[in-house]
């Protein structure tokens, strides 16, 4: 519920800073969509995770992030972790790409000063895309994936830190670690 409510506020932030700097054209919100532009840098994506072959993974992870029970296994969620930050470096080079694409078309037609205009602006909302994708969607599901954890899972105890540990609290005390397979009990000073 937080990733939705997050996510929501942050496209709130996004177009009321759109109208804050508006003058002109940016009163209206058509200026920042492009329909053409946003289904290509979503295209990327989604040829990235078939190429990958990790389409189920990352359906079950965003429907892990979207549900109030968490649903992933430990493994699968390590695994969902490294898609999204796939993902992130794919948004990111998709809108640089994008942005390239754009320069070259422009640098194409700079005898037609009509069209610079608007393809600067394709070329800038292909960037802006990219990163509109990342924070409101990639960076945030990392996060959730990496901080929670499966309610079912147990603890891990590595054997060698906690033996390590003791031996070190028993150095610290004086007691040799022969004493301690010797003893029943073991008493430790304050």
Do not use: H
């Not at 389409?55 to 992030?65: E, G």
């Amino acid at each position: 519920m937080r990733f939705i409510i997050g996510a929501v506020l942050l496209k709130a932030t996004f177009i009321y800073a759109v109208i804050l700097t508006g003058g002109g054209a940016f009163n209206s919100l058509a200026c920042v969509i492009d329909g053409a532009t946003l289904t290509f840098a979503l295209l990327i994506n989604f040829s990235v995770l078939v190429g990958t072959g990790q389409v189920k993974l990352f359906v079950r992870a965003t429907n892990a992030l979207l549900s109030k029970k968490y649903v992933l296994s430990t493994d699968d969620r390590l695994k969902a972790v490294e898609v999204f930050a796939l993902m992130i470096k794919v948004t990111i080079y998709g809108g640089v790409l994008s942005a390239f694409i754009g320069l070259i078309m422009i640098l194409g037609n700079l005898d037609d000063l009509n069209y610079l205009g608007p393809m600067l602006s394709v070329m800038m909302i292909s960037v802006l895309y990219a990163a509109f994708i990342n924070l409101i969607f990639f960076l945030p599901g990392k996060y959730l994936l990496e901080n929670r954890k499966n309610p079912d899972e147990k603890p891990v105890i590595n054997e060698k830190a906690v033996v390590g540990k003791l031996l070190e609290l028993c150095y610290k005390q004086g007691i040799s670690p022969e004493e301690i397979l010797e003893a029943n009990e073991i008493t430790f000073k304050n």
